[in-house]
């Protein structure tokens, strides 16, 4: 009898090419059906919330797949991370309805990006942070980010999309905090187009450091043109942090405000 | 006219042998003294105040040596930077007296060690802290820390030190703090033996998972007997924090209680 399941992963991204499967290429989705074909006993696809790019973290990537054999949650994680290497882990894991799609079936995702504002970057955060000398404009980095919010076309700020794809989404909220000498952006949408979160950060930033006005993320919003955003700011600050079904929206689950950001990083 | 300079460092440890320059061999050591003998034109010998093991981090290395030009902090952080690799990074920098010697002068020193409790080790820690799956005993830690502090003979908690060579070091605190899944162990001491801290923190490990009981931890060090003392901790949880010099240690600088054990990692 197959059984679907939801599984979360972390990852650390700098040494995948992103999570979609490519040959010879090692992909955080090729690493996970390499280990679930060993379970299976043969080939298993899988589909994950977030088609992150390469470089890219995650706190909480969720992926579905269907297995032939029923196992408990407690050891199709043993399993699995017996199989992964080790920036791949499988930290969750629960049977799901048969019509469950890791990215269809979501409701919300959490990215987060951290910034480090010192005069030199800490070796230790090098892989987890974008790096600028200077501390950055909060006030005017969070009046921006206001025009962003609610349901807007983000085509100014998508890369790559194949033309005639919606881009409208909804941005529930964009999140600055300093804390030491780390900004953390946390955006949370119904959706991300692709290279949006960075798109999102990389005109922030120029706004950050004076380039461009606050008010130029709205103008930028309404261009809809790719060519109008600032630059797609680095991948090795990215995080997908969270994504969110409708059980554990407003259900049973934790709201998104009190998972903490950071948690992993503190 | 040859200036003295005493210089801070952060590494990630995880790509180095070590501190001490060794032919063929990545450390920190080696990294630095070719970027000095460019800066230098010719060779420069330098001193850390710890020489840290393969793997072990710093957030607060110091080192000391001589040029034959005068620097501003300023021009010799920027120009280092430029020539040393991204895990090795100078913070730091200022004139010092020409006696100054970064190991001999070094008056205390702390070093911290990273454990993370959690069934599944995140993989954006695994390169920075010691992960184990059940939360560790941290009464029967601390009650067990209590007997390693103040002057007393750490025979048993070093390694392949040369015989004769003096034992006895002063332990002014030995910390330990649990935020979320990480539990902290800080260590004072007016110097550390090779691989004492591992040394320590792996028989604290042992007490914390039942292996042994607290008060192992004082037979083991009146043992004074290598083959006493429980097994040594993995390198990779390991920092070297901070070294306090005289000026700085009661005089103007930073009580080393004030400072955040771990605001890079924050």
């Given at each position: ?10 990852y ?15 992909t955080v ?13 043969g080939p298993v ?18 992926a579905s797949?269907?297995l ?12 699995l991370?017996?199989l992964?290497?080790?920036?791949l882990?499988?930290?969750a ?10 990215r ?5 995702k ?31 980095m ?8 609610g ?9 790559g ?6 881009t ?16 953390r952006?946390?955006m ?14 990389g ?9 461009l ?5 709205r ?8 060519a109008a955003?600032g ?13 969110v079904?409708?059980?554990d929206?407003r ?16």
């Amino acid at each position: 009898m197959t059984q679907r399941y939801k599984l979360t992963l972390e990852y650390d991204g700098t040494d995948f090419h992103g999570w979609q499967v490519q040959p010879e290429i090692r992909t955080v989705q090729g690493e996970l059906e390499s280990a679930l074909a060993r379970l299976g006993g043969g080939p298993v696809r899988c589909e994950g919330a977030g088609r992150t790019d390469a470089g890219v973290h995650a706190l909480g990537q969720v992926a579905s797949f269907s297995l032939e054999r029923t196992w408990t949650a407690e050891r199709l994680l043993a399993a699995l991370n017996g199989l992964l290497p080790a920036d791949l882990r499988a930290v969750a894991a629960e049977p799901a309805l048969p019509a469950f799609h890791a990215r269809h079936s979501a409701r919300w995702k959490a990215y987060l990006y951290l910034i480090e504002e010192r005069p030199v970057a800490t070796p230790i955060r090098r892989r987890y942070a974008h790096h600028v000398q200077r501390p950055l404009d909060l006030d005017a980095m969070r009046s921006a980010a206001r025009w962003l919010l609610g349901i807007q076309d983000f085509a100014s700020f998508c890369a790559g999309e194949d033309p005639g794809k919606p881009t409208v989404r909804e941005m529930v909220s964009i999140e600055l905090v300093r804390r030491d000498s780390v900004l953390r952006i946390r955006m949370v949408a119904n959706g991300f187009l692709r290279a949006m979160a960075r798109r999102v950060v990389g005109t922030l930033l120029e706004i950050g450091c004076g380039r461009l006005r606050p008010e130029s993320s709205r103008s930028i919003l309404l261009a809809r043109d790719r060519a109008a955003a600032g630059a797609t700011a680095p991948a090795r600050g990215l995080f997908l942090e969270r994504v969110v079904y409708d059980a554990d929206w407003r259900g049973a689950g934790t709201p998104l405000a009190e998972v903490s950001p950071l948690a992993p990083l503190d």
